[in-house]
């Protein structure tokens, strides 16, 4: 996308004419770039950071004639992105409740079953029964 495409683009989105959606994107970028040029670290919550990365001076060699060189210090403007930006990337479908609240490979009796079928709410949650309580008690010592 460029910038123009962008703009028109954010235009659409706040429902502004693009001049002046044009003039509010190049003064955004401008703060930005001057924020960065004095040093600043520029954080965006839920986004990402600007900042300036500094890279040391080092030898190197020229490709044409494979003499040595020094290549100077120089700084680089570098954006690390935040982890909800990372994730609205990356979105994976979330799995159904049902599937998440039931153990495998464990018996359940006719109720507990009956209550993964229809969901837990307070008024569904199982009641302890007696069977359920032993069952309890053996499970716990098969564990240890």
């Known amino acids: 996308m460029t910038k123009n495409e962008f703009v028109k683009f954010f235009a659409k989105r706040i429902n502004m004419p693009q001049d002046k959606t044009k003039e509010f994107v ?12 004095s040093g600043d670290k520029l954080l965006f919550s839920d986004f990402g950071t600007f900042y300036v990365s500094n890279r040391a001076k080092r030898k190197g060699r020229n490709p044409q004639t494979g003499k040595e060189i020094t290549i100077p ?4 403007p ?29 018996v359940i009796s006719e109720e507990l079953e009956r209550f993964y079928k ?7 949650e199982p009641k302890q029964t007696k069977t359920n309580k032993k069952n309890t008690k053996t499970n716990k010592k098969n564990k240890k």
């Open 73 to 76: 210090a120089f700084k680089l």
């Open 26 to 37: 190049d003064a955004m970028l401008d703060a930005i770039v001057d924020a960065i040029k």
């Open 78 to 106: 570098a954006f690390r992105a935040g982890a909800p930006f990372k994730n609205a990337l990356n979105e994976q479908p979330k799995k159904d409740v049902k599937e998440t609240i039931k153990p495998k490979n464990i």
């Open 118 to 124: 229809r969901g837990y709410t307070e008024e569904t």
